[in-house]
């Protein structure tokens, strides 16, 4: 759509205004010119601007928007403080946005362009839009930034407690496995342990025999042989016993191991989707921000 200064641009090509007569006359002329122009680019822009064109005191043309009407009467004049009157005392373009929507329902934006004649000011040109759809996406915008801070921050906090759960993993991983070697060590130790019971109760066997053998000499060394016997019976049934145990240990590190793999695994999975997520996130973020300055009004 082109801009307030290209239509007035245009609209001074079409008058020719290379007119000898009086100055007076000759602003008429031209404002003239300019509010015949005005209702066809009106309807060639589909009516999406409010027009309103003054001369030094008055408004000589007003058509409303589809969306705006100011009931701005023929030869009503120009209001003072307002963006037109502004224009015309500073002989400046005067931009304003108006939030408040009490008035007209929507807020909007208003353009007076001063209108110069070979340096001369005759008038203005006032074109005023709604932008309440601009407003509408800046806050969108404003929300989706603010919600995407927020599950930023909390897929952050995720991503480290993944981190660290995935840390105490590994060192969980790494004592289980430290145990299972200890398990095995201490399966060593047992396993010597009863092969001394074994040969500890055939030595004892042997003494027996030989006790009995000696005859009544050999008596009182009949009783220590038996005590070897018992204690190498006790031994065995101490190291059956830790046998067991250590069994069903192990068995309990085997199954601790087989679950930590499979949580370091999920561990793993879980700090990639998330990564994944906050890498979507950003791309959402980024996303706020492009809208946010398609929205923004200069």
Same mark, same amino acid.
């Given at each position: $759509? &082109? ?81 037109? /009157? ?10 304003? +946005? ?31 839009? &709604?932008?309440?759809?601009? +407003?509408? $996406? ?9 919600? $995407? ?20 993993t590994e060192r969980i991983n790494e004592s289980a496995r430290v145990s299972n070697d200890s398990v095995k060590r ?17 030595l004892g066997l042997n003494a027996n025999i030989e006790a009995a053998r000696a005859g009544e000499a050999g008596r ?16 065995? +049934? ?41 890498? $979507?996130? +950003?791309?959402?973020?980024? /996303? ?11």
């Amino acid at each position: $759509m &082109p801009c307030i200064e290209e239509l007035a641009s245009k609209s001074r090509i079409v008058v020719g205004i290379k007119l000898h007569q009086k100055s007076g006359v000759y602003m008429s002329t031209y404002l003239k010119t300019l509010c015949t122009i005005f209702p066809i680019i009106q309807e060639a822009t589909g009516h999406e601007y409010l027009i309103a064109i003054s001369d030094l005191e008055k408004f000589i043309f007003y058509s409303a928007s589809k969306h705006l009407d100011f009931k701005i009467k023929h030869h009503e004049p120009v209001k003072p403080g307002s963006g037109t /009157m502004r224009a015309l005392e500073t002989s400046q373009k005067v931009v304003a +946005n108006i939030t408040d929507t009490t008035l007209y329902g929507v807020p909007y934006t208003v353009t007076s362009l001063p209108i110069h004649d070979q340096g001369e000011l005759v008038g203005c040109l006032t074109a005023i839009r &709604p932008v309440e759809k601009e +407003n509408q $996406m800046k806050d969108m915008a404003a929300r989706l930034s603010t919600a $995407m801070e927020q599950m930023k921050h909390t897929m952050d906090t995720i991503y480290s407690m993944s981190e660290q759960v995935s840390t105490s993993t590994e060192r969980i991983n790494e004592s289980a496995r430290v145990s299972n070697d200890s398990v095995k060590r201490t399966t060593e130790i047992v396993s010597t342990i009863s092969q001394l019971s074994n040969q500890t109760k055939i030595l004892g066997l042997n003494a027996n025999i030989e006790a009995a053998r000696a005859g009544e000499a050999g008596r009182g060394f009949v009783v220590v042989a038996k005590e070897i016997q018992r204690l190498a019976d006790d031994s065995g +049934n101490s190291t059956r016993r830790i046998n067991d145990f250590i069994g069903e240990l192990g068995k309990n590190v085997q199954t601790i191991n087989k679950e930590i793999e499979e949580l370091s695994s999920f561990s793993k999975e879980t700090t990639s989707t998330i990564q994944q997520m906050t890498d $979507m996130v +950003n791309e959402l973020q980024t /996303m706020s921000t492009d809208l946010h300055k398609l929205a923004k009004i200069d």
